[in-house]
């Protein structure tokens, strides 16, 4: 996957949310804290769901804090200030 894929990268809102494959554990954190925004796919590793928009900007960002590797990374889209990690 590119970097520009759905899955690995998608503008939320005010978000723009990251997913780095290679540093992905598989540790699922962000599929239990944000269910419509995270699965893991065939390979372990997470993927950004299409219905991720309806998951709370605060949830969005939870699940960020909470992946253990800080494999996801949110910039706010309006400055373009990396707001997590």
């Given at each position: 996957?590119?970097?520009?894929?759905?899955?690995?990268?998608?503008?939320?809102?005010?978000?723009?949310?990251?997913?780095?494959?290679?540093?992905?554990?598989?540790?699922?954190?962000?599929?239990?804290?944000?269910?419509?925004?995270?699965?893991?796919?065939?390979?372990?590793?997470?993927?950004?769901l299409d219905s991720s928009d309806q998951e709370s900007d605060?949830?969005?960002?939870?699940?960020?804090?909470?992946?253990?590797?800080?494999?996801?990374?949110?910039?706010?889209?309006?400055t373009g200030k990396q707001v997590f990690p």
């Amino acid at each position: 996957m590119d970097a520009n894929d759905p899955k690995v990268t998608r503008k939320i809102r005010k978000y723009i949310m990251r997913i780095d494959r290679s540093l992905c554990i598989g540790a699922a954190t962000c599929v239990a804290l944000a269910p419509k925004a995270w699965v893991l796919d065939k390979e372990a590793k997470a993927v950004i769901l299409d219905s991720s928009d309806q998951e709370s900007d605060e949830a969005l960002l939870s699940a960020a804090k909470g992946c253990p590797v800080a494999a996801i990374t949110i910039i706010d889209n309006e400055t373009g200030k990396q707001v997590f990690p």
